[in-house]
């Protein structure tokens, strides 16, 4: 009978050799209920080998309720046992087989157990079951590998299924799949219409490490619904279908050559959508497909008599009358130069109507000069005629007292709103044409991506790898942090930072919702991130969240706006996350695309911050002189529009801007002027006061809305001008401008103040975009990322930060300080303070602080 060990592995040391030494001599030993025969001694010229193990037990998986074998061989062995889980395994369990080595006469010991589903589960979930054997010769013991034996499982529910899209083409597409929990873990393929894809076969397509399914470049033959399978040694599943559209957007292609002449007297040309053909769903081409023109008296067909000769009656009328309005023109236009006069006069009906805003793009990027108009008489007129189509508007009502405080004053039912005598005032309406900008060259020969804007117009971009980076549009307030890491090791990717323009977004806006931020757009989109990006941009409301609901809108590849997420109702398993802050947002986002922040007032107390500016002519040789009004939303990116617009114009800021609380409460804004020496000036406003209606200002999409005051002097000798300005909503706060200068010789360096001399470079990859080097930043990660027990970890640099009501969010990311540190260089990049938070990692206990105090030298 073999030898079951079990009442003699607790001997002392001493019994068990005096047991080894009678085992080898061919004894039979009982010892309590169990016996051991040694029938098989080792010759003696091994007997002082060890036993080593031929086969080891192996890691195993029990699929649904089928037992699994473990086998061990030895040689020189003369007993193998197993043993599972601390616990020796009954030798009534223990199939053995015993041979010799023809080659070396050396017994060969093969021993196998069965283990089954209902032992295993008798410790599931405590810990794995695992068993070893052990094999005994005349010099000693080995023991073999630990093999583990699991259940084998594949759930049915995928943790992320693919979403169906809809693309251009050429573009990136990724679709991602996390498959189900399982033991061993699943295996995880991609089908395109029930086959298989092989990205050996067809580059085009990468698979991801995570089971991300990339598609490069999107080709209209990818069209198609792609599945995720997931599978293992138990089962195959297969996730929901994604269906990928790739569209083709229609072109046109040149126009056809004129038709000749017909009996009407025009001539027609046609062109079709075909350059390319729209396909999938792909949009049509824009614009007429069909070009009429009037024929010239020589092409045209003569024609004797009849209706014909009426309409060609009709129109020599017409064209007598068009003459006649032209000479009319001309005369008032004679007489307007004449007299020395740029503006209408106008009475107080026409307050209300169209107050529109003025673009003006640069002749070369980065340079901005004033457009040189045609010499002549009258060449320093600034004013543009306004808009009088607009339908009018105004308030009736009273005006209510308000506190006085600095800088702002109160409006009662008095004096202040006294028509000025032989007033008139001046609506711009300025849109002047912009030059043509150069195209931008790619800056990599990667066709890859194929979306950088054309337009270098308030354009940043440069080409970042793993290191990360960072993208300034200077003197905007907008940016774009790369953190290290966000960009996957082994690629190359050329990313731009661009404003748009919000008159050309058309983005939808209903009720009481108002856009609060430039459009700001980065790119290209459907780049894989691993990382969230940061995109600051400045915002304009008073950052009063219980009046607003303040969303994060996104276009879609269709060119709808979504709703991605609302502040104050963030999810952090969403790809989105925002922190808005005093004046500026800041957008974690893992998708690059064109975003915008709209506001929804939830009560009249809700208000936007105003931007009031003051600009006057730099040099004035006439009667005339005009003061320029802007009031726009307060941010960046639009004070310094209008300071390069001004420039071109030949326009002076004369006062330090001011700032405006413009409330939700459906009333216009006034503007008026007082307090002047009526000897010296007048002002041409027929009426006590100009007003803007609401829904200009509130809205948003008027970019540089502003009103002019034309003021006359009695002679040109008349250079100090002293006034006051006011600004106030009805019913609402207002602010005051005083003003005393000379125009002729204001050397008031205001311009240079608020010209905003941002210098910073647009594009900086790699670590010369960020204040924490790399290194250190990798060791300050390292070490508070480990949660410790008194919490001088990542927790408390969030609360010595002031980020602490950010706490989930950096919970869910795999490194929180890491996020804590990419926000801290967003919110420090000018003014970024190393030793400042040297001082707080010294606070927290952390010796790494002190390396920040190390000199660039030394670094």
């Given amino acids: 009978m073999p030898l079951h ?80 889980n601390g616990e020796w395994v009954h030798q009534d369990q223990h199939l053995i087989e015993r041979d010799v080595d023809p080659a070396t006469g050396l017994p060969v010991m093969q021993v196998k157990i069965d283990i089954s589903r209902q032992q295993v589960e008798k410790i599931f979930g405590l810990e794995d079951y695992w068993c070893q054997c052990v094999a005994w010769s005349t010099t000693g013991t080995q023991k073999s590998q630990k093999a583990y034996v699991r259940i084998a499982y594949l759930r049915k529910n995928f943790e992320e299924e693919p979403l169906g899209k809809e693309v251009a083409l050429d573009q990136e597409v990724l679709l ?32 991801t490490v995570d089971h991300n399914l990339i598609i490069k470049q999107a080709r209209l033959a990818d069209t198609g619904n792609y599945t995720c399978v997931a599978k293992n040694i138990v089962a195959r599943r297969k996730s929901s279908s994604a269906t990928v559209i790739v569209y083709v957007d229609g072109g046109w292609s ?24 729209p396909s999938t769903g792909g949009k049509e081409c824009q614009g007429l497909d069909l070009q009429s023109l009037n024929c010239t008296s020589e092409q045209c067909p003569q024609t004797a008599s009849g209706a014909e000769d009426v309409a060609l009656y009709v129109g020599i009328v017409a064209v007598a009358l068009c003459l006649t309005l032209l000479l009319i023109v001309l005369v008032l236009v004679y007489r307007r130069k004449k007299e020395g006069l740029d503006a209408d006069v106008a009475d107080s009906s026409i307050l209300t109507t169209g107050f529109q805003p003025m673009g003006i793009k640069p002749t070369k990027p980065g340079v901005w000069a004033p457009r040189r108009a045609a010499r002549s008489k009258n060449s320093h007129l600034l004013t543009i005629q306004p808009d009088l189509t607009t339908t009018t508007t105004s308030y009736q009502g009273t005006l209510r007292s308000r506190h006085e405080v600095a800088g ?56 970042f790898n793993f290191l990360g980076g960072r993208l300034t549009l200077p003197n905007t307030g907008i940016s774009l942090l790369i953190p290290p890491e966000a960009i996957p090791r082994g690629k190359i990717y050329e990313i731009y930072l661009t404003i748009q323009k919000k008159e050309d977004m058309r983005l939808p806006l209903a009720g009481c919702q108002t856009l609060l931020s430039p459009v700001v757009s980065c790119g290209p989109p459907g780049v894989m991130l691993t990382r969230p990006v940061i995109l600051s941009m400045d915002h304009c409301s008073d950052a009063c969240l219980e009046n607003w609901a303040i969303r994060l809108k996104k276009q879609s590849y269709e060119g709808t706006w979504e709703d991605v997420l609302q502040l104050g109702e963030e999810v952090v398993s969403e790809p989105y996350y925002c922190q808005l802050e005093a004046e500026t947002c800041r957008v974690f986002t893992e998708q690059l695309g ?30 005339e002189y005009n003061i320029r009004i802007y009031c726009m939303d307060d941010t960046q990116d639009l004070l310094k529009e209008v300071m390069q617009m001004e420039r071109q114009l030949g326009g002076r800021l ?51 809305l502003h009103c002019t005051f034309t003021l006359e002097r009695q002679s040109l000798s008349t250079c100090d001008l002293t006034c006051t300005l006011c600004v106030w909503q009805v019913e609402g706060e207002g602010q005051s401008f005083t003003l005393d200068f000379n125009i002729s010789k204001d050397i008031r360096p205001l311009d240079s103040d608020f010209l905003l001399m941002d210098n910073c470079t647009p594009a900086l990859a790699g670590p010369s975009a960020f204040q924490i080097p790399y290194l250190i930043r990798q060791k300050i990660c390292s070490s508070l990322d480990t949660p410790c027990p008194n919490g001088a970890d990542w927790r408390l640099l969030a609360q010595r930060l002031k980020l602490d009501r950010h706490m989930s969010f950096f919970a869910s990311k795999a490194s929180p300080t890491s996020v804590i540190l990419d926000l801290w260089e967003t919110q420090h990049f000018h003014s970024g303070n190393l030793n400042q938070l040297a001082a707080v990692m010294a606070e927290i206990g952390k010796q790494e602080a002190m390396i920040f105090l190390v000199s660039d030298g030394e670094c």
């Avoid at 799949?177 to 086959?195: D, I, K, M, S, Y």
């Avoid at 126009?255 to 025009?266: E, F, H, L, V």
């Avoid at 939830?602 to 040789?621: D, E, T, V």
């Fill in 5 to 84: 060990l079990g009442p003699f592995v607790r001997w002392r040391s001493g019994l068990v050799l005096t047991w080894i030494c009678l085992f080898s001599s061919g004894f039979t030993f009982t010892g309590g209920e169990h016996a051991a025969t040694v029938t098989h001694p080792l010759p003696a010229a091994f007997s002082d080998l060890l036993p080593h193990f031929l086969v080891e037990p192996d890691d195993v998986y029990i699929v649904k309720n089928k037992p699994v074998t473990l086998t061990c061989r030895s040689t020189p062995a003369t007993q193998i046992y197993f043993k599972c």
């Fill in 176 to 207: 991602r799949c996390h498959p189900p929990e399982g033991v061993p873990p699943a295996e995880v393929e991609w089908q395109r219409n029930e086959e298989l894809i092989d990205p050996k076969t067809d580059p085009n397509f990468f698979i």
């Fill in 254 to 277: 040149e126009w056809s050559k004129w038709s000749p002449c017909g009996a009407d007297c025009t001539m027609w040309r046609s062109r079709e959508c075909t350059q390319p053909t």
């Fill in 408 to 463: 702002k004053f109160s409006v009662s039912n008095g004096p202040l709103l006294e028509p000025l005598p032989n007033g008139s005032h001046t609506l711009h309406n300025g849109k002047l044409p912009s030059d043509p900008n150069d195209f931008m060259n790619r800056l990599s020969s990667q066709t890859y991506f194929k979306t950088l804007p054309r337009d270098n117009v308030n354009t940043s971009y440069g080409t």
């Fill in 594 to 623: 064109r975003f915008a922040l709209v506001g929804e007032s939830l009560s009249m107390a809700a208000a936007k911050r105003l931007k009031l500016l003051l600009f006057a002519p730099a040099y004035c040789s006439t009667l």
């Fill in 654 to 704: 004369i006062d330090e801007p001011h700032v405006l609380l413009f409330k939700d409460s459906y009333h216009n804004l006034r503007l008026s002027i007082h307090d002047m020496p009526q000897a010296h000036w007048r002002s041409k406003l027929l009426a006590g006061y100009q007003e803007i209606p609401f829904y200009h200002i509130w809205s948003g999409s008027q970019r540089t």
